[in-house]
C-alpha cells in the first residue's frame, strides 16, 4: 500500500505560480496529477514515469505547467505558471504502473490517490 501526502495549494492571483508536492511512502512508477473543479468531473493534467518521460493534458495547461520528480525522494512536482480562474480546482495526485501515452490519462490506470490540495486563483 503505497500512500500519497500532496502540498503547496493555496489561493494566487490570476498570473501567479504555485508548485505542488506530492510526496509518496514507497517506490512508484507513474505519477500524476489531476484535477475536479466544482460541478465538473476529475480531469487529468500532467503524468510522468520513472525515466522522467511526462505527458499533459492536450489544451488547458501545455507551456504553463511543468512535472517533475525526484525519485530518490518518491516525490513528484507540479510547478504551476500564468495560473488562471480556471485552474481553480482540488488537485489529486495518483500513482499506478506503467502506462501508455494514452492510457496515462486515464484515472483506472492508478491504484494510489492522495487527499487533494485545493488551488484557488483569483481574477
Known amino acids: 500500500q503505497v500512500q500519497l501526502v500532496e502540498s503547496g495549494g493555496g489561493l494566487v492571483q490570476a498570473g501567479g505560480s504555485l508548485r505542488l508536492s506530492c510526496a509518496a511512502s514507497g517506490r512508484t512508477f507513474t505519477m500524476s496529477w489531476f484535477r475536479q473543479a466544482p460541478g465538473k468531473e476529475r480531469e487529468f493534467v500532467a503524468a510522468?514515469?520513472?525515466?522522467?518521460?511526462?505527458?499533459y493534458s492536450a489544451d488547458s495547461v501545455k507551456g504553463r505547467f511543468t512535472i517533475s520528480r525526484d525519485n530518490a525522494k518518491n516525490t513528484v512536482y507540479l510547478q504551476m505558471n500564468s495560473l488562471r480562474p480556471e485552474d481553480t480546482a482540488v488537485y489529486y495526485c495518483a500513482a499506478g504502473p506503467y502506462c501508455s501515452d494514452s492510457g496515462c490519462s486515464g484515472a483506472n490506470n492508478y491504484n494510489y490517490w492522495g487527499q487533494g490540495t485545493q488551488v484557488t486563483v483569483s481574477s
Open positions: 510522468i514515469r520513472w525515466s522522467g518521460d511526462s505527458l
